[in-house]
């Protein structure tokens, strides 16, 4: 079981991870309306599914932030995934679901950190993920040299070696029809691979 504060820092990560996990631009945030209404945990449960296929998110953790930033969790699991549910405020859908090396990986990027060494991860985000720069892990909107990019579903392969990298194109602007490495050079490269 991870440390609640790894657990708060991760669902940080999870809400700001634009392909697995690059920031957002708050001026292609989904607009909020007053007179919306909170999801109830089973939509919440529902979103965070969506992430990985059916086998992997029936049995996998569901966590997700309430309106005070803390984390809970609406759904315990037993195959070491943890699931999240599409950030709302978001342009697009973004649930994301990633085994324990993935869920610290994505701390590490939160935190500024250097990401744990020799633990693979591997992070499912089936519905797409929200627009993000392909060159600055930290970008928070797009600039004329941040190399923007928009994905669709996609699993990503954090956490390898550089030379399994070195397979894989890492041109900053991207076929994003294919496999190639988002923030290539940087200690958070990672491999991002389209499906469907």
Not at 7 to 34: G, R
Not at 82 to 110: L, V
Not at 151 to 174: E, L, R
């Amino acid at each position: 079981m991870l440390a609640p504060r790894l657990m708060k820092t991760s669902i940080l990560i999870a809400l700001a991870l634009a392909c697995a996990s690059a920031a957002l631009s708050a001026e292609t945030a989904k607009p909020a309306t007053k007179a919306a209404k909170a999801p109830s945990d089973k939509q919440l449960i529902a979103s965070a599914m969506r992430a990985a296929p059916a086998k992997v998110s029936k049995d996998a953790t569901i966590i997700a932030m309430d309106t005070a930033g803390n984390m809970r969790t609406l759904r315990k699991g037993s195959n070491g995934f943890t699931c999240m549910p599409d950030n709302p405020t978001t342009p697009g859908p973004d649930p994301m679901c990633m085994d324990a090396n993935a869920f610290a990986w994505a701390g590490a990027w939160m935190g500024h950190k250097e990401p744990p060494q020799g633990k693979v991860g591997f992070m499912y985000m089936l519905e797409g993920g929200t627009d993000a720069s392909n060159t600055d892990p930290y970008a928070t909107a797009p600039t004329a040299s941040n190399h923007w990019v928009k994905t669709g579903p996609h699993v990503m392969i954090v956490g390898a070696d550089a030379s399994f990298y070195d397979s894989y194109p890492k041109s900053p602007d991207p076929d994003t029809t294919q496999p190639y490495v988002m923030w290539a050079g940087t200690p958070y490269q990672h491999l991002m691979a389209p499906v469907r």
